[in-house]
């Protein structure tokens, strides 16, 4: 376990219940059975607050910790293309993160390829509670 990942997974500050959100969504992975659920304050397509709540490994505490603190005050275009990034990351070969989202470099490398559903699992719910 890289020890980078356990001090991302560590910053909780958005571990928490937001009340009076906009959007929510909660999924859970068919494949391992980690489960979250991400609350969004939303105004002018923009993300203004994000919290989140999981039971799930430390890849994806570290993903929902990182995708939280980079998506408040970032537009809602911003996120979706992130999203689709992401989602599109272990697929392809030598793609690099824009300067805008390279601290998710630490959790998108080809060595986590075998916990990419844990890792994608928090952009997946923010796509869907922004759908709704």
Not at 89 to 101: A, G, I, P
Not at 119 to 126: A, D, G, S, Y
Request: net charge positive; hydrophobic share 35%.
């Amino acid at each position: 376990m890289d020890l980078e990942i356990l001090n991302i997974a560590a910053d909780t500050k958005n571990n928490r219940e937001i009340k009076n959100f906009t959007h929510k969504s909660k999924y859970k992975s068919q494949m391992c059975g980690d489960k979250i659920e991400i609350r969004l304050i939303v105004k002018d397509k923009k993300i203004v607050d994000m919290g989140y709540q999981c039971e799930s490994c430390i890849y994806c505490q570290a993903s929902a910790s990182l995708l939280s603190k980079l998506s408040i005050n970032k537009s809602l275009l911003k996120i979706k293309e992130i999203s689709n990034f992401v989602e599109s990351f272990f697929k392809k070969t030598d793609v690099r993160f824009s300067n805008e989202w390279k601290t998710f470099e630490k959790l998108f490398n080809k060595k986590n390829i075998s916990r990419k559903e844990c890792i994608l699992l928090p952009f997946k719910t923010v796509t869907k509670a922004l759908k709704s």
